[in-house]
């Protein structure tokens, strides 16, 4: 019943206040301050959450751990962040580049979203490592890989697409979960748990290209799944290549 519900409008507590006046309206175009990898590290042991906008693949290859992969390049990139991240929790970007960090600050501007961002990591994911740090990373799997594990040895499928998408077409025995009901949202709370899989199960993630699912498996890893494979190309690469998909009623879809 909760997944029905629509979702909050993305830092929708920051649009009241804002809305309100408690929240000053900003005036100038907002600058995100450059931090440094040890001061990045000390904010999120006080709570901050590091928003790394960089693709699914650079995310993949190497990311700071418990951070949440929402792509610069999405549409929606404000409206993502202010989904998937706490609303209480400051955010520290991690971008390609620093004029990459000052356009994400800009766009969470028209959500509001900018009053939370503490700042960016000066250097990126390069200067994370050089000052010693962890990184860690998210293997990609093609849907050609995808479709040979799936006759051999079972390896779990999570689809993190909308309902509509699910319902136009999917694969046969995987499991369905929004990405954004992974994570409470004010009209629900959060849904991770009610997955039928276990922590230190293999799952393959899926959406329609492979960035949703890229957010989906950062947050499933800052909540402890350890075998998680990002589907590059999604379900796009997958009705492309001709393999068999099933639709809502579990009738077989032309392709």
């Given amino acids: 019943m909760q997944e029905d519900q629509p979702l909050k409008p993305a830092n929708i507590l920051n649009i009241v206040a804002t809305n309100q006046g408690k929240i000053p309206l900003t005036k100038e175009y907002p600058k995100a301050k450059a931090l440094t990898a040890a001061q990045v590290k000390e904010m999120m042991g006080e709570g901050a959450v590091v928003v790394d906008g960089r693709s699914s693949a650079t995310f993949g ?11 610069l390049s999405s549409s929606e990139f404000e409206q993502r962040v202010g989904w998937m991240t706490p609303d209480d929790a400051p955010l520290i970007l991690l971008m390609d580049s620093n004029e990459e960090a000052q356009e994400a600050i800009y766009k969470m501007a028209f959500i509001a979203l900018h009053h939370r961002v503490a700042g960016f990591l000066d250097g990126g994911i390069d200067a994370w490592m050089e000052a010693g740090n962890h990184a860690e990373c998210v293997p990609q799997m093609d849907v050609h890989d995808l479709r040979h594990k799936l006759s051999t040895n079972g390896l779990q499928v999570l689809d993190v697409r909308d309902e509509e998408e699910w319902d136009e077409g999917h694969i046969e025995k995987a499991h369905h979960l929004p990405y954004t009901r992974m994570v409470e949202q004010l009209t629900s709370p959060a849904m991770l748990g009610t997955l039928p899989l276990s922590k230190d199960q293999h799952v393959a993630v899926t959406c ?12 499933m890893k800052r909540e402890g799944f350890t075998h998680l494979y990002n589907i590059t190309g999604g379900m796009e690469a997958w009705e492309a290549a001709g393999f068999p998909m099933i639709d809502g009623e579990g009738k077989a879809c032309n392709i």
């Fill in 208 to 219: 329609a290209t492979g960035k949703r699912s890229s957010t989906a498996i950062s947050v």
């Fill in 61 to 71: 290859a190497g990311h700071i751990p418990s951070s949440i992969n929402v792509q």
